[in-house]
């Protein structure tokens, strides 16, 4: 292992939660790193719903949390060490981390699919800790370099935006796209912006929050509006994201759609809904979810730094690691879209 000056301490302090769902600061030993790996002095992470599911509920689906785990996986900070096979000039290197450790060889990666490789190792997703901690490791091709003028917390938000952009690209957003975004949380929000990047005409989002709907409108929405009294069915858009979850919300944006459109289910909720099956033949509809991303983040990071989305803009709470039960619990507001953890502060 090469370092930076000085030498990375052996040990770090974490947020840790146990299965009994309490929420520890813990003085760890700092991660080794493998021989392609580097050590990521945290700067900034951002607090994503799947932690508040942790924290909450101790499980996703059949992901439980039955040992103790860092959460936290959208995340920016310095390299402070890299591994033998890795440059030592990249010590010192402002980065984004896509939290996520694919297999190499299997048919999804090399298929060029590798968020769905079977054999994923992802930030907070039991067992593999995450970011809310003083340094973290990740593959040095995972641990994307950003310009100086990308703050830390930008830095952080390129996974959410890596969310909205593989919406965009699954939904072939283009230069005059007429769109429809059910949900105007984080995600919403950001896939609105990267609809306007892409060059969409008319971004219409719904919500059943006020509060939402009208921070929708200064982050690149034309329109927004509330799903229970206005009728999104008779828009005939080119595209319908859904990033809400809710089972009304999609079957509604199913038929908001114009045949040969596109549909994009992000948001996570029920496992099962029922869909109008009839509407989506008669239309031919090209109906598809996405999980996570693969190849985002170089764009990401180019939009941004170009100015053409606003992470900034987006960060309502900041909090230290010690906070970090606040900062989960502030999270969920309302008023909130994205809460910020410091692990140096
Ligand atoms: N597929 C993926 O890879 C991926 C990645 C990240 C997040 N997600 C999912 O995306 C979704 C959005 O994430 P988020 O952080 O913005 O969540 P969020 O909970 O902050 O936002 C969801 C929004 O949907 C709104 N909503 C609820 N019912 C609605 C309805 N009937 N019509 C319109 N809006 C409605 C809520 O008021 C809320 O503002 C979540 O379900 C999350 O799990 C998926």
């Not at 008319?202 to 509330?226: H, M, N, Y």
Request: charged residues 20%; contains cysteine; aromatic residues 4%.
């Amino acid at each position: 292992m090469t370092t930076d000056s000085p030498t990375p301490p052996a040990t770090m302090r974490a947020s840790v939660l146990l299965p009994d769902r309490s929420l520890i600061l813990e003085e760890r030993p700092v991660p080794a790193l493998d021989l392609d790996q580097v050590l990521v002095r945290v700067g900034a992470v951002g607090i994503c719903g799947s932690d508040v599911h942790y924290y909450h509920e101790g499980r996703i689906g059949d992901f439980i949390v039955d040992a103790p785990m860092i959460l936290g996986h959208e995340a920016g900070g310095v390299i402070a060490a890299v591994g033998s096979a890795v440059d030592p000039a990249r010590i010192g290197s402002r980065v984004s981390i896509e939290p996520q450790r694919p297999g190499a060889t299997s048919r999804e990666t090399l298929e060029g699919n590798y968020n769905l490789d079977p054999e994923m190792e992802f930030y907070a997703t039991p067992p593999i800790d995450g970011a809310f901690a003083e340094f973290a490791v990740i593959q040095s091709h995972f641990a994307h370099d950003i310009p100086e003028q990308v703050s830390d917390e930008a830095a952080a938000l390129m996974e959410p935006l890596s969310v909205g952009i593989a919406a965009a690209r699954k939904a072939q957003i283009t230069a005059g796209s007429r769109v429809l975004i059910a949900g105007a949380g984080p995600i919403g929000v950001i896939i609105a912006q990267v609809a306007r990047a892409y060059g969409a005409l008319e971004i219409i989002i719904s919500d059943l929050s006020e509060a939402r709907r009208e921070q929708a409108l200064k982050f690149g929405a034309t329109r927004a509006l509330d799903p229970r009294t206005e009728d999104v069915t008779t828009l005939a858009v080119d595209a319908f994201i859904d990033a809400s979850g809710a089972a009304p919300a999609i079957t509604a944006g199913l038929r908001a759609v114009r045949p040969a459109g596109r549909v994009v289910l992000v948001g996570m909720g029920a496992p099962e809904i029922s869909l109008p099956v009839s509407v989506i033949q008669n239309n031919e509809l090209i109906v598809t979810g996405i999980f996570r991303y693969t190849n985002t983040w170089p764009l990401a990071i180019a939009l941004v730094a170009a100015g053409r989305v606003d992470l900034d803009g987006l960060v309502t709470g900041r909090f230290g690691l010690e906070e970090v039960e606040e900062a989960l619990g502030v999270s969920t507001r309302e008023s909130s879209l994205k809460t910020m953890v410091y692990p140096g502060r």
